[in-house]
């Protein structure tokens, strides 16, 4: 019943004006960037398997990741080779096979992962405005956005949240809610790493919050507490132009992909127990569209006058609310060019927005696989 209680409202969020006065449930979630929860989508049935050929072409070359797990490890060696621009299906893919000792996982099992995590988006409906959707998106933004390209450290590849300093990390305040959210489907599939999990994850989250259909690619493998990285690499959103060009500048992200993976925001909420600011940022915070580019141009935006950190809110309902690093995105001009674009046409925000995750989610990894190997997979709700 839940579900269908999500579905028709995510209609009727989709045929809401940007600047209407329908206001979102107040229950609590934020997406990715400075420290916030992402979301869930419309889903009917599960893909049962991988599909394409019938021999389920979805292994990697020479993929020679160890990853710890259950009561032994598994090693991931390539077999077949992945055939070029998978798209995962339904199909006759077998799944997975042991050989000698060793778990070779295809297309077919990490299909089986994605549907394990919508399945449990479907059912786990009590977070924040009625999805995990936006908290498992900033797990995987927030455990890629270390990334530094000098010194070639961070990134998604090690899962190194797990391990305190960096889990304690404030812009990393709520994300064991997302970490435990997906300990079940971890155990389902113990052959799988954490770092490979946790940005499948948030492909999962953007499908299925009715977003891109975001190519990925495994090949992660985790890595102990000596790795984590130091605080400070994740972007302050009580800053401006200067720190953001900065901090995704040290990632190798230009002006329109910083714009772009803003476009993140239209997804949760703050709370004032993590970043200290409080609200979501449109009225769709479980759906994905291009809403958050134009309720910055099209709202008029005051300063909130209340006890927390600086914040706006809209005058229209004082039910959203804008960080300090979303308004530069309109007072500077070489953001807000890409802005107006975005705000303009919801498929060219979806195109550039499916380009700059790919490229977030494998910042610094070692893959032995090519870009051609990436596999798209089926959402829940696709025909």
């Given at each position: 019943?839940?579900?269908?209680a999500r579905?028709?409202n995510?209609a009727?969020?989709r045929?809401?004006?940007?600047?209407s006065?329908?206001?979102?449930?107040?229950?609590?979630?934020?997406?990715f960037?400075?420290?916030?929860?992402?979301?869930?989508?419309?889903?009917?049935?599960?893909a049962s398997?991988?599909?394409?050929?019938?021999?389920?072409?979805?292994?990697?070359?020479?993929?020679?990741?160890?990853?710890?797990?259950?009561?032994?490890?598994?090693?991931?060696?390539?077999e077949?080779?992945?055939?070029?621009?998978?798209?995962?299906?339904?199909?006759?893919?077998?799944?997975?096979?042991a050989?000698?000792g060793v778990?070779?996982?295809?297309?077919?099992?990490?299909?089986?992962?994605?549907?394990?995590?919508?399945?449990?988006?479907e059912?786990?409906?009590?977070?924040?405005?009625?999805?995990y959707?936006?908290?498992?998106?900033r797990?995987?933004?927030?455990a890629?956005?270390?990334?530094?390209?000098?010194?070639?450290?961070?990134?998604?590849?090690g899962?190194?949240?797990?391990?305190?300093?960096e889990?304690?990390?404030?812009?990393n305040?709520?994300?064991?809610?997302?970490r435990?959210?997906l300990?079940?489907?971890?155990t389902q599939f113990?052959?799988?790493?954490?770092?490979?999990l946790w940005?499948l994850?948030?492909?999962a989250?953007?499908?299925?919050m009715?977003?891109?259909?975001?190519p990925?690619?495994?090949?992660?493998?985790?890595?102990?507490?000596?790795m984590?990285?130091?605080?400070?690499?994740?972007?302050?959103?009580?800053?401006?132009?200067t720190?953001?060009?900065?901090i995704?500048?040290r990632?190798?992200?230009?002006?329109?992909?910083i714009?772009?993976?803003?476009?993140?925001?239209?997804?949760?909420r703050?709370?004032t127990?993590?970043?200290?600011?409080?609200?979501?940022?449109?009225?769709?915070?479980?759906?994905?569209t291009?809403?958050?580019?134009?309720?910055l141009l099209?709202?008029?935006?005051?300063?909130?006058?209340?006890?927390?950190?600086?914040?706006?809110?809209d005058?229209?309902?004082?039910?959203?609310?804008?960080?300090?690093?979303d308004?530069?995105?309109?007072?500077?001009?070489?953001f807000?060019?890409?802005?107006?674009r975005?705000?303009?046409?919801?498929?060219?925000?979806?195109?550039?927005?499916?380009?700059?995750?790919?490229?977030?989610?494998?910042?610094?990894?070692?893959?032995?696989?090519?870009?051609?190997?990436?596999?798209?997979?089926?959402?829940?709700h696709?025909?």
């Amino acid at each position: 019943m839940a579900s269908l209680a999500r579905t028709a409202n995510r209609a009727a969020f989709r045929s809401t004006p940007a600047t209407s006065a329908f206001k979102a449930s107040r229950r609590s979630s934020v997406p990715f960037t400075l420290s916030r929860n992402p979301v869930q989508p419309v889903r009917r049935g599960y893909a049962s398997s991988s599909g394409g050929s019938s021999s389920g072409g979805a292994l990697f070359w020479g993929l020679g990741l160890v990853a710890a797990g259950g009561a032994g490890y598994y090693a991931f060696v390539a077999e077949d080779g992945l055939r070029l621009g998978a798209t995962v299906k339904d199909g006759s893919a077998s799944g997975s096979f042991a050989k000698g000792g060793v778990t070779v996982p295809k297309a077919a099992d990490y299909q089986q992962v994605y549907n394990a995590i919508a399945k449990l988006l479907e059912e786990k409906d009590e977070y924040d405005d009625g999805s995990y959707g936006p908290v498992l998106l900033r797990l995987a933004w927030h455990a890629s956005g270390t990334y530094d390209a000098l010194t070639k450290t961070g990134g998604s590849n090690g899962a190194t949240m797990r391990f305190a300093p960096e889990g304690d990390h404030g812009a990393n305040a709520g994300l064991k809610a997302a970490r435990d959210f997906l300990e079940p489907v971890k155990t389902q599939f113990p052959w799988i790493s954490y770092s490979d999990l946790w940005t499948l994850a948030g492909v999962a989250a953007i499908q299925e919050m009715q977003g891109p259909a975001i190519p990925w690619r495994p090949g992660r493998a985790d890595a102990d507490a000596a790795m984590c990285t130091p605080d400070g690499r994740l972007p302050d959103a009580s800053k401006e132009q200067t720190h953001l060009r900065a901090i995704f500048g040290r990632m190798g992200f230009d002006d329109r992909e910083i714009v772009a993976l803003s476009g993140a925001h239209a997804l949760g909420r703050c709370h004032t127990d993590r970043s200290g600011y409080d609200g979501p940022w449109t009225f769709s915070p479980t759906v994905l569209t291009n809403d958050y580019y134009k309720l910055l141009l099209e709202e008029k935006w005051n300063w909130k006058k209340w006890n927390g950190p600086k914040q706006y809110e809209d005058k229209t309902t004082k039910t959203l609310m804008m960080l300090p690093t979303d308004m530069v995105l309109i007072k500077d001009a070489a953001f807000k060019k890409h802005v107006d674009r975005y705000a303009r046409d919801n498929e060219a925000f979806f195109g550039d927005f499916r380009d700059v995750i790919v490229k977030l989610f494998e910042l610094g990894v070692p893959f032995k696989s090519s870009e051609a190997d990436r596999m798209t997979f089926r959402s829940t709700h696709a025909d």
